[in-house]
């Protein structure tokens, strides 16, 4: 039997309708490739694999919302979650001008789970 997921839980994943949403925004192309971020490396598997990618990561309890998320390649994706080659900060900041040029609203304390909302 299958363990139910806590309020908490499903908040932080995207839904079939959220990740349509961003393929659909984005192109369905990772974000880091169109701007020609570091794509020196890697393979052409990696950068042919495309998922969406939290903002804000679930464990630090970001939300699964369009406003918290973006398409990315296995390569960038990689690159960004592991921190590796010193590039998160960086990557980070990328991400976050892009998603603010899609909201005018957006803030950053909006993309966090909180029980009381």
Not at 75 to 81: A, K, Q, R, T, V
Not at 83 to 107: A, C, K, T, V
Request: proline share 3%.
């Amino acid at each position: 039997m299958a363990k139910k997921k806590s309020k908490q839980a499903k908040a932080r994943e995207f839904s079939p309708k959220a990740r349509k949403e961003i393929y659909y925004r984005d192109c369905a192309s990772c974000i880091f490739c169109r701007a020609g971020y570091h794509t020196d490396g890697g393979t052409w598997m990696a950068k042919e694999i495309k998922g969406v990618m939290h903002y804000i990561p679930r464990s630090q309890g970001g939300l699964g919302i369009p406003q918290n998320g973006a398409v990315g390649c296995q390569y960038h994706h990689e690159m960004m979650d592991n921190g590796n080659r010193g590039r998160r900060e960086e990557m980070q900041d990328i991400f976050r001008r892009y998603l603010e040029r899609h909201y005018p609203e957006w803030s950053e304390e909006e993309l966090v789970y909180s029980k009381w909302t």
